[in-house]
């Protein structure tokens, strides 16, 4: 309980000095009986807060970027109405900065045996789980001069997933998917595709593709027309080491690697391929398997929801090793990773062979896009000294994606924006010559 700044200014405009508190200190003891008395009548008539019931109902997830509405239910049991000031508090990156006390602050009259609702809307701004802390109340008497405060425990989580922006190349991805199997195009013809149909020879097409038992049957010249296979085996490695937690632009490169890898996981889906995910550093971080076509893309995101790049080298056998059992069939397995001269040399070049050996292997790295704009920058003699530091960055990248070439990789190094689509062009060129 505490006295409001009303009754304090009331204190000070209608006190009447008495004596002095205690030798040596310079203090007055201000009485004022009608003041007194009114602070206790007011004190008596607020509605205590302990008595209170709250539930909440609302949003449990939402995408970063956008907002979520959490909804606070409260209950006054007692035979007094409440008047109450509320702050439910969450974390701070649920908000943008600056709008917290706006959004978290609502006033409150229940009248005795009601229930009013009071709804705070959240603004992530970071990726994970957002937890509710506590519900602090302020109950004021009728005059407003004493009030009653307490703090109630009302969990709730509001799960931030990430935003998925590069879903906008989907469609056209889709109509390139579309052309491979054949649906507004010739079909392919490639290793490990299925065959389809026969047709007549047109000159261009592949002399390998003629079925030469049947252009004797016939009297054309008849080839065989393929579709890529379906239910081919995608798993997506996020490495989740130090290495991503280097920012470009405003985020991490774990995030463009989610988001590349949320592209390429409703383009296989939508092919017909089985997807799996595994994120890992030093152990497991998350791992999806098994899901469906429809649940494959919600499984992903809500797993890649509370991951956070850690601040520990990654350990390539062991990623290597949960890799290979993840994944027992022959696969695709696109590795989200830096091309960093060390980590590669030293982590991933010497267990290469074990998954190049049994799998199609695809690199994604997330390529800094200050570092071209350093490079072309002239002027002075500190950007040309920025420049020179530049083009040396990007030839050591091109020399490790060369190594990785060498062993059979495929390479895919683009800025955030460019990444995604980049990665899903990759996958379509894949299986178009078939290597799928």
Known sequence: MALTGRAVLLAALGS??????????????????????????????????????????????????????????????????????????????????????EASRHRLIIPPGERRRATTRLRPTRRGDRQA??????????????SRQGAHKVPWTVRVLPPFTSRKHLPSKLARLRELDGRTSVLTRGEGTEFDSLREYVPGDDTRSIDWRATARQSIVAVRTWRPERDR??????????????????????????????????????????????????????????????????????AMAPLEPELVETDAHGLTATALRTAPRRSLIVLFTTLDAAPVEQG???????????????????????????????????????????????????????????????VVDATPEDLAPALA????????????
């Open 233 to 302: 085996h995608i798993l997506l490695v996020l490495d989740t080491g130090r290495t991503s937690a280097g920012r470009v632009g405003d985020a991490p490169r774990l995030d463009a690697s989610m988001d590349a890898a949320l592209l390429l996981a409703a383009l296989a889906s939508r092919a017909g391929d089985r997807v799996a995910l595994l994120a890992h550093d030093r152990r497991v971080r998350a791992l999806i398997r098994g899901a469906s076509a429809g649940d494959v893309l919600p499984s992903l995101v809500n």
């Open 16 to 101: 009447i000095p008495v004596g002095i508190l205690e030798p040596g200190w310079m203090g007055i003891l201000a009485v004022n009986a009608p003041l007194a008395l009114a602070c206790a009548c007011d004190f008596a008539l607020a509605a205590p807060v302990r008595r209170l019931a709250l539930t909440r109902s609302g949003d449990t997830s939402t995408r970063l970027g956008e907002t979520a509405d959490v909804t606070l239910t409260i209950t006054n049991p007692t035979r007094r109405p409440l008047r109450a000031q509320l702050r439910d508090a969450w974390p701070p990156s649920s908000w943008q900065p600056g709008t917290e006390i």
């Open 133 to 146: 802390d506590r519900v602090t109340i302020r109950s004021y008497g009728p005059l407003g001069l004493f």
């Open 348 to 410: 991933l070049l010497p267990v290469l062979p074990q998954l190049t050996q049994r799998h199609t292997v695809l690199v994604a790295s997330v390529a800094d896009p200050h570092i071209a704009r350093m490079a072309e920058s002239r002027g002075n003699t500190e950007a040309v000294y920025e420049a020179a530091a530049a083009a040396q960055a990007q030839s050591e990248r091109r020399h490790t994606a060369e190594q990785l070439r060498r062993h059979g990789v495929t």
């Open 425 to 436: 062009d990759a996958y379509l060129a894949l299986k178009a010559a078939g290597r799928l």
